[in-house]
């Protein structure tokens, strides 16, 4: 019985890693058909792909528009209930 035990606890052992592997697959798969499909737009556009393009492009924005505007702020009042 023991032995019949140790068997079905290894055979489900080996398709839950099958599993896992299975799907760390498809989100490599998914995540690199995502960075091409990036790539090609990025291409099409005319624009360069990858970090330090990203960066740069984010750093103009941030100087271009201010993050904090006075019609932004809000006076409240808080008031505890007994």
Same mark, same amino acid.
Not at 19 to 46: E, H, P, R
């Given at each position: 019985?023991?032995?019949?035990?140790?068997?079905?606890?290894?055979?489900?052992?080996?398709?839950?890693?099958?599993?896992?592997?299975?799907?760390?697959?498809?989100?490599?798969?998914?995540?690199?058909?995502?960075?091409?499909?990036?790539?090609?737009?990025?291409?099409?556009?005319?624009?360069?792909?990858?970090?330090?393009?990203?960066?740069?492009?984010?750093?103009?924005?941030?100087?271009? %528009?201010?993050?904090?505007?006075?019609?932004?702020?809000?006076?409240? %009042?808080?008031? %505890?209930?007994?």
């Amino acid at each position: 019985m023991n032995t019949l035990s140790q068997i079905l606890r290894a055979a489900l052992f080996v398709v839950l890693a099958f599993f896992g592997m299975a799907m760390a697959f498809i989100f490599m798969v998914s995540t690199a058909i995502a960075v091409g499909v990036l790539y090609v737009v990025a291409k099409i556009k005319g624009r360069p792909f990858g970090v330090r393009a990203y960066w740069d492009q984010r750093r103009q924005n941030a100087r271009s %528009e201010p993050t904090f505007r006075k019609k932004d702020v809000v006076d409240v %009042e808080m008031r %505890e209930i007994p």
